[in-house]
């Protein structure tokens, strides 16, 4: 018998991406608030890899409790018209609690949104898609230190990855290592 070798193609479960460039990111993704609203903060970053240089093709998505503390958000992030089924935006008056940002050729993101209510510290969920990751890989940005159930269980080392800079004007800066050292905390859902 003679062996047979047959090329096979890749399926997209075999292929990591940068894929998400295609139909994932909508207008306006990084504006959970509205420009000018008075409470309106920023949330910025740099994804890094191992070997700490920028993720130019990473997807953040972004979930976060409202001001007053509530999670059920509300519909309108990827507003559609029913005649076109154009992107119509966010209504500019709802706050949804959703953001879906792509990182810029350097690396960088940014998020406006509006300060979360969540009991004990203020934090934001994070949800980052990037190449070489089989699995999305889940954190969180905290705008605060202090007590906490999940930050008390961690080294300080490690606690600090998960704490935002404050900056001036409202600003937080929050950069995501994916691996090696430094790297960020990332969560695991059973």
Not at 77 to 102: E, I, N, Q, W
């Amino acid at each position: 018998m003679t062996a047979r070798t047959e090329k096979l193609l890749p399926t997209p479960s075999h292929t990591v991406g940068p894929f998400y460039g295609y139909a994932l990111p909508f207008p306006g993704g990084e504006e959970i608030a509205p420009l000018g609203h008075p409470d309106r903060i920023s949330l910025h970053g740099y994804i890094l890899d191992g070997d700490g240089n920028p993720v130019p093709d990473a997807l953040l998505d972004f979930w976060q409790a409202a001001p007053d503390g509530s999670l059920a958000g509300a519909p309108g992030s990827m507003r559609r018209d029913p005649v076109t089924g154009g992107f119509l935006g966010r209504s500019g008056t709802d706050f949804t609690g959703f953001g879906r940002v792509a990182t810029d050729a350097d690396g960088h993101y940014a998020l406006h949104t509006l300060p979360p209510g969540n009991p004990g510290l203020p934090y934001i969920s994070v949800c980052v898609f990037a190449r070489g990751l089989l699995d999305h890989l889940f954190t969180r940005a905290y705008l605060a230190d202090g007590p906490d159930p999940l930050l008390d269980k961690l080294p300080g080392e490690r606690r600090a990855t998960l704490i935002a800079t404050e900056e001036p004007n409202r600003t937080y800066r929050f950069d995501i290592r994916l691996q090696g050292e430094g790297e960020t905390v990332f969560l695991e859902f059973r």
